[in-house]
């Protein structure tokens, strides 16, 4: 008899779209994972930055299970206490910009809220609708954010895509400003891109691109899905790059670290739009989005966040981290880019292919890393993510350090 039938069921029911790794969790604590044959891992991993207090934080859980004997969803037709007071936290104690939110259930989800918003104050102001994102970027999977992703390979196959999208260089301010045409009615950006590398922003061109967006009447659109919420040791992720209250945002979406791992996305729009007219009632709208059991994890996650003071903990536990990469000055390793406890190992590609063969050498380190007990996330061809939670301790950093030198030395 098959001990694991779901093994077949997984290839024979299940649509093939991931590459997966042959690895099968089973149970969560904190920054462990176990799979079902008991093996244990360090999860730096965290379901691409969407555990921020780890696996089934107590926090978490207990929010879960009240509110889940209470009242799990109701429709959007009537008013959430819930909705009411996550949005407070996040206006108040988040952005500290006044606004309002939406809430929905991905940040695909969030960038299309965003998109919509941009063309809707486009047709009110003279008919504008391109919006110019950036190479390297990346918004979602649903076809309008991922005709906002500026790279091909996102795109293949799924054409005609949507007309209204115009791609830039990324850091580059000329560039950009040589985009901007009497179409322009927005700029859509992470403040850092995740998926291609992890690659921030200058301070120069966020501070350049608001300047733009100012001169031209343009939307400034912040993709803080993942970067928001502490992953770069600030709740406002752009905050990291320019501190202070310098850069104003039109629109902010955000999703992952904001659940916990329960699907919830929001995006937040600026008062000075008027949000209230350009997305009145009937123009957007949600089945699933903001109900009671969603809200009350987010204020369970961010509430813990700002009590626990981890943003403060992730740039200290993350400076320890690049600090110690760098200086290992490992021929395998060729930079390391962090802010906070977002941090990219970029490889020395030509050093570590040869061991990779056909495998991009990402793909090979993670699945070298996975096998002596370390999760991380390839991010393009030549880096690994650690996208850790953010309450991790030394002894995890320690722990996670000891097991990457010795793949790093072993390769």
Request: hydrophobic letters at 40%; a neutral charge; charged letters at 20%.
């Amino acid at each position: 008899m098959n001990e694991h039938p779901e093994t077949q069921w997984l290839s024979q029911y299940v649509l093939g779209n991931y590459g997966r790794y042959d690895v099968w969790p089973v149970r969560g604590e904190g920054p462990y994972v176990w799979d079902r044959e008991g093996k244990k891992y360090l999860d730096f991993a965290g379901g691409v930055a969407v555990c921020p207090l780890g696996h089934c934080p107590p926090s978490v859980v207990q929010a879960i299970t009240a509110q889940a004997a209470q009242l799990i969803h109701v429709s959007n037709w009537y008013c959430i206490d819930k909705q009411a007071e996550l949005a407070r936290l996040i206006v108040e104690d988040c952005v500290g910009i006044a606004g309002k939110c939406f809430f929905c259930n991905s940040g695909a989800e969030a960038n299309e809220g965003l998109i919509k918003l941009a063309r809707k104050y486009g047709q009110a102001s003279g008919g504008r609708y391109e919006i110019i994102t950036f190479t390297g970027s990346f918004h979602g999977r649903t076809l309008g954010a991922m005709t906002a992703t500026a790279q091909e390979k996102i795109h293949g196959g799924f054409g005609p895509l949507p007309p209204g999208f115009v791609y830039s260089t990324f850091n580059d301010l000329a560039a950009l400003e040589a985009k901007i045409t009497d179409k322009t009615v927005a700029i859509l950006m992470e403040p850092v891109q995740g998926e291609s590398g992890v690659h921030p922003a200058t301070p120069e061109f966020l501070r350049g691109a608001q300047a733009l967006c100012r001169k031209h009447d343009l939307l400034l659109l912040l993709d803080e899905v993942q970067v928001g919420f502490g992953r770069a040791g600030e709740m406002a992720g752009w905050k990291a790059i320019v501190p202070g209250d310098e850069i104003q945002p039109d629109g902010i979406s955000w999703a992952k670290a904001i659940g916990s791992g329960f699907p919830l996305g929001s995006f937040w729009l600026n008062d000075r739009l008027s949000p209230n007219q350009l997305l009145g009632p009937g123009t957007h709208g949600t089945t699933y989005g903001g109900s009671p059991l969603a809200c009350a994890v987010g204020l369970a996650t961010l509430h813990t966040i700002l009590a626990e003071k981890l943003c403060d903990n992730a740039k200290q536990q993350g400076a320890t981290i690049s600090q110690i990469g760098r200086g290992w000055k490992h021929p395998l390793l060729k930079e390391v880019r962090q802010l906070g406890l977002f941090i990219g190992w970029e490889l020395n590609a030509d050093a570590i292919q040869p061991h990779a063969g056909s495998k991009a050498p990402s793909i090979y380190l993670a699945q070298k890393l996975l096998d002596a007990g370390l999760m991380v996330t390839p991010a393009g061809p030549n880096v690994v993510r650690w996208l850790s939670p953010l309450n991790i301790t030394e002894a995890h950093v320690n722990e996670g350090l000891r097991i990457f030198k010795e793949v790093l030395d072993r390769i």
